[in-house]
């Protein structure tokens, strides 16, 4: 029987993340790569979300890799379609597309400690065999439709933002759009410029900004192409500016008073009616739920054939939306602006580690790793976005640029001492997550507002507790000696070493 070929390095997930690994590990001197990717091309999120207005509510200059510059963004926040030309690019400039196995689904990965070998089996009937695994599906990869009231009855067309139906026109169209998060704010703006009507059915209003958006000018975009420094040097302003944020969004100071006054000014401005603005105001902190981002969806709102409805939504019907109020609004379509079924307890497939252990039964409770990176009992394994890692007042591209060079660091020691595997210890992710949880409740997060940050009961495994800049500090550092290192013989000694 022929042997299945070990793999260096298995990389779950051909998105902004994945590919990015791929191409830092490539630097390493890392080849002997796989990919996996269930759909059939790269992109991630940034190919799932196509719907009408989907764009970036952080600068790209900033939402992007430092190792990877695109000096012809065309505008400060560009549209959906510029940032997945872009991750194609990236594909192709770096000559990822051999390595990728589209259309292939992990099923489950397990990790055999006598070889160190982790084992993915996938929708197909192959295996893929590699010494250490990069995991980054994604929090934000699923979606469903929500578990509303009589949700089966309705009879109209049902399209969830992120997998849009692009067959179905809304020109002229009864639509209901469900949802006032970060998608809905920028899919309304456009929906009500064809459609005959739009409803927007909001459960909480959420803080609203605008958005300082320009064009950047041909001549810039050829200053940055010929002088990567200059562009290097906006890309710094950025990370700074926003860094700033985090005295007013990540903690409850003075500066958080500012940033709602900041919000009331911009409701007063752009909206005139004094009922409609009470009911766009919100009660929380700002910061706890993500910000909104949006120069257009007030006046959006405000539109002849736009009206928001607040009453709660007692059920769907076969014609459309039954508020509480007893009103039946009929809908020719409902659009599902209602987020993601994210991965708070590990990814959507058994992960196997040390013993049998079973990563979902270990997280069951609380998701946890050692620096959101390493979880103890799943050895050589190396998570993307993992528990307690995202910025609410930074690019994700940077927290995620950390977990690269973080994992990078892992991976290349592991292949470099020829280790069978490398494992956290208990105590170093345990006295961590007391660390994290600690600093979290002093948090905007936790001030009380209902999120996708949170689990049912409260818990916060979602977020990083701290700046960007101690984020990647802490991820700089692989200390050799937080891990137990296993040599195909015997114990190997502790050393630490700087990513
Ligand atoms: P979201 O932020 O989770 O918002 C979902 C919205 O749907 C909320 O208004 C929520 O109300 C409402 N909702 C959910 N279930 C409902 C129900 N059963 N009945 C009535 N209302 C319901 O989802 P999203 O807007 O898709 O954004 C998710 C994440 O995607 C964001 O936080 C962000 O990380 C990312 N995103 C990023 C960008 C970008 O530009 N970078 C753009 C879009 C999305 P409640 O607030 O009351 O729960």
């Known amino acids: 029987m022929a042997q299945t070929h070990i ?26 790569i796989v990919i ?102 994604g929090p934000l990869a699923d979606h469903s439709l929500p578990d509303i009231r009589g949700i089966e009855t309705y009879k109209g067309t049902k399209i969830h933002s992120a997998s849009w139906n692009h067959d179905f026109d809304v020109t002229g169209k009864r639509i209901g759009v469900i949802g006032t998060g970060a998608s809905a704010v920028q899919l309304v703006p456009e929906l009500v410029k064809d459609a005959a009507f739009v409803k927007v059915f909001q459960r909480t209003p959420g803080w609203v900004l605008p958005r300082p958006d320009v064009g950047i000018p041909d001549s810039v975009q050829q200053l940055f192409a010929k002088v990567p420094a ?47 603005r009470r009911q766009l105001t919100p009660d929380f902190t700002p910061g706890c739920k993500r910000m ?18 607040d009453w709660p939504i007692a ?17 020719d379509a409902i659009v599902f602006a209602t987020g993601y079924d994210v991965h708070l307890s590990g990814p959507p497939f058994p992960v196997t580690g040390l013993g049998g252990r079973s990563l979902q039964q270990d997280w069951a409770a609380h998701a946890e790793a050692h620096k959101s990176a390493s979880v103890h009992g799943y050895p050589n394994l190396f998570l993307m976005t993992g528990p307690n890692s995202g910025p609410g007042h930074n690019s994700l591209l940077v927290y995620i640029e950390g977990q690269i060079d973080y994992a990078v660091a892992g991976i290349t020691t592991i292949l470099a001492q020829n280790l069978r595997y490398l494992d956290v210890r208990a105590d170093v992710q345990r006295r961590y997550n007391a660390a994290i949880q600690q600093r979290l409740t002093k948090t905007t997060w936790m001030s009380g507002c209902s999120s996708w940050y949170l689990t049912a009961d409260g818990f916060n495994a979602s977020m990083y507790p701290g700046l960007a800049t101690q984020y990647l500090r802490q991820m700089r550092q692989f200390r050799f000696d937080d891990y137990a290192a296993v040599a195909h013989g015997a114990h190997v000694r502790a050393v630490s070493s700087t990513a």
Request: hydrophobic letters at 40%; a neutral charge; aromatic letters at 8%.
């Open 230 to 276: 200059a562009q290097e040097l906006t890309r710094q302003a950025l990370f700074w500016g926003h860094e700033a944020c985090a005295a007013a969004l990540v903690w409850n100071t003075p500066l958080t008073g500012l940033v709602s006054a900041l919000g009331r000014a911009h409701l007063r401005l752009r909206i005139k009616d004094k009922w409609l």
């Open 7 to 32: 793999h260096d390095t298995l990389i779950v997930g051909a998105g902004f993340t994945g590919l990015g690994a791929a191409i830092k590990l490539k630097k390493s001197g890392v080849d002997d």
């Open 36 to 137: 996996v990717e269930r759909a059939d091309d790269v992109g991630g999120t940034w190919r799932d979300n196509t719907y009408p207005g989907v764009a970036c509510d952080i600068p790209t200059m900033l939402y992007s890799f430092s190792f990877a510059r695109n000096p012809a963004w065309s505008r400060m926040y560009p549209s959906g379609g510029e940032i997945r030309d872009h991750i194609r690019d990236l594909t192709d400039q770096h000559d990822l597309r051999r390595l990728i196995r589209f259309g292939t689904e992990v099923t489950g990965l397990s990790f055999a400690e006598d070889t160190g070998v982790w084992t993915a089996t996938t929708n197909g009937r192959r295996k893929i065999c590699a010494r250490t695994v990069v995991l980054a599906s």
């Open 315 to 331: 059920t769907l019907s076969p014609a459309g939306i039954r508020t509480s109020d007893g009103i039946e609004h009929h809908l």
């Open 292 to 309: 909104l981002i949006s120069n257009d969806y007030y006046t959006a709102l405000q539109k002849e054939n736009c009206k928001l409805i």
